[in-house]
């Protein structure tokens, strides 16, 4: 399976920007699929993650502001950031674990400015 990540942009702090994540094809709903990122200079952190539709995982540092969901098709992953800090500037990466192999997406800039 191939994942796209799309959505990333300029955004200026406290603002808000949905990233998406396009599969190649239809993933089932049991997979764990999830977001990561990756700050300049610093390792790649979990974000977020879903399975199943239901009982998403947040870092800390993003509950309250990050929603993760996914489409009906099961073709789409979805990031909906709002209350954008400056320490969420990172590259951000989809994820999809299926039978124990991870496939990323090639990940999608997203720039908070003061």
């Known amino acids: 399976v191939q994942l796209q990540a799309s959505g990333g942009g300029l955004v200026q702090a406290g603002g808000s920007l949905r990233l998406s994540c396009a599969a190649s094809r239809t993933i089932h709903s049991s997979v764990v699929m999830g977001w990561y990122r990756q700050a300049p200079g610093k390792q790649r952190e979990f974000v977020a993650s879903i399975r199943s539709g239901r009982d998403p995982n947040y870092a800390d540092s993003v509950q309250g502001r990050f929603t993760i969901s996914r489409d009906n098709a099961k073709t789409t992953l979805y990031l909906q950031m709002n209350s954008l800090k400056l320490e969420d500037t990172a590259v951000y990466y989809c994820?999809?674990?299926?039978?124990?192999?991870?496939?990323w997406g090639q990940g999608t800039l997203v720039t908070v400015s003061s």
């Open positions: 994820k999809a674990n299926i039978q124990s192999t991870d496939y």
